[in-house]
């Protein structure tokens, strides 16, 4: 029987889990590069960044196929197969001195994340009251909020403290402690399932609609311009920064944890109240927003720097409530016995907006007379999508509630009949 409370036992245990796995991630892509290059390894930068990149570009090979397995497979058991693809990977990085060994580890690494944070998301989806969810996924993604702000300064400690080597050790001793959480972590499996023909358990064939989430495409292609903006933003901020003359910019990604921390929760419960529409509008109008603030920072003559933690303010109240509500809506569009197929298209759509946006702002960068006039225009580009997608937002909205009229019209045809 579905639990009425959102903070049970498997929710709490999946939720720490979380931020177990987001902490080794973040400590991980932290040190990495300097690692590589520096004297253990001995890589150029360009070898260095493109055994980096690999981990993006496994996880968004595996990330179809992930949904699949999710909806198909014992996802506890899945989801202690994926931790051990990662402890492996971060203890490999520590282990290995050799470039195919490195990249063994890096793709190991990758396969392993893909698989984690599809299926927990799917997995914990399960615990979650249907009346509730956009609440706890919200409060489930405070975990990489978490991770995202504090690992990064963590994993250079331990680096000066006991070398590089350790950091990968400790990433690995993380995703241990996923593990052990998950031994007292219930799979739910067939309770949940509504009937057999609703079921993806049990079935062999496998057709376009079980790795892609169609139902779930309009939300996931929405989202993705979210995603669009954290690789354009995290890519170019600094150097974005330097053009500006603005010291201590980083102060925008700490600001921005801080205000995302703090608004998740409340987007949640209001998602779950009202409606995804009524917090996903709002969220894209505050990100376009903050974009054009971010990219007009240097016509306010010595406010740049308030206007950078201003936009970081603005976008992470816009983006910290629509990317959850549109995750939860995804999720309920295709039910829950597809959440493993709708939770890897969602991903699937951040990971190729957060892949392509460095190389599309790259190649505007490059071509600019400029690099400050780079940046501002590669901001600029950034606010135009998100304005495309909020229109495309509102063609769903009003297909979907021509959809429930045309369904409620035929029910009193039938009825009168």
């Known amino acids: 029987m579905e639990k009425e409370r959102l903070w049970n036992l498997q929710y709490v245990a999946l939720m ?11 400590m991980v892509n932290t ?19 493109v055994v980096a990149g690999m981990f993006s570009i496994t996880a968004l090979i595996s990330r179809p196929f992930c949904g699949i397995m999710a909806d198909r497979f014992n996802k506890v058991w899945l989801l202690r197969a994926a931790t051990v693809f990662m402890i492996l990977g971060a203890f490999g990085y520590g282990l290995s001195k050799t470039l195919p060994l490195i990249v063994f580890a890096r793709v190991l690494h990758g396969i ?7 299926t927990l998301i799917s997995l914990v989806s399960q615990y979650v009251p249907q009346s509730k969810l956009g609440e706890g996924l919200g409060y489930f993604g405070l975990a990489n909020v978490i991770a995202s702000a504090t690992a990064p300064g963590f994993g250079v400690v331990v680096a000066d ?19 052990l959480l998950l031994t007292i972590v219930k799979y739910p499996g067939a309770k949940r399932v ?3 023909k609703s ?32 690789g354009i933003v995290t890519s170019y901020l600094v150097l974005y920064g330097k053009e500006l003359g603005i010291g201590n910019i980083s102060l925008y990604f700490t600001i921005n944890a801080v205000a995302m921390f703090l608004v998740r929760p409340i987007s949640g419960k209001l998602m779950d109240k009202k409606g995804m529409y009524v917090v996903a509008f709002p969220g894209i109008a505050l990100t376009i927003v903050s974009m054009v603030l971010l990219a007009s920072a240097g016509k306010f003559t010595g406010g740049a720097f308030a206007a950078v933690m201003a936009s970081s303010v603005l976008k992470a109240l816009g983006q910290g409530a629509a990317q959850p509500s549109l995750q939860a809506a995804s999720i309920k569009k295709v039910g829950r016995e597809r959440s493993g197929s709708a939770t890897s298209t969602y991903y699937l759509g951040g990971d190729i907006g957060q892949g392509v946006a460095p190389m599309i702002a790259g190649v505007i960068v490059g071509g600019a007379a400029t690099a ?14 998100l304005g495309i997608a909020m229109i495309g937002l509102a063609f769903i909205y009003h297909y979907e509630k021509k959809a429930e009229k045309d369904i409620a019209f035929g029910l009193e045809v039938e009825a009168d009949a």
């Open 16 to 26: 720490v889990a979380n931020i177990f796995a987001s902490f080794g991630f973040y």
């Open 31 to 49: 040190m990495l590069l300097s690692y590589l290059t520096g004297n253990s390894v001995g890589l150029t930068s360009a070898v260095a960044g």
């Open 112 to 118: 392993g994340f893909a698989i984690n944070s599809t």
């Open 161 to 179: 403290l006991m070398g590089t080597e350790r950091v990968f050790l400790v990433a690995g001793l993380m995703c241990v402690g996923e593990i």
């Open 194 to 196: 509504r009937s057999p």
């Open 199 to 230: 079921s993806s358990e049990g079935k062999k064939s496998i057709g376009f609609r079980d790795i892609i989430a169609v139902e779930a495409l309009g939300y996931t292609c929405v989202s993705s311009m979210f995603s669009f903006s954290n």
């Open 372 to 385: 400050l006039k780079g940046y501002v225009i590669s901001f600029y580009l950034t606010a135009v999508l």
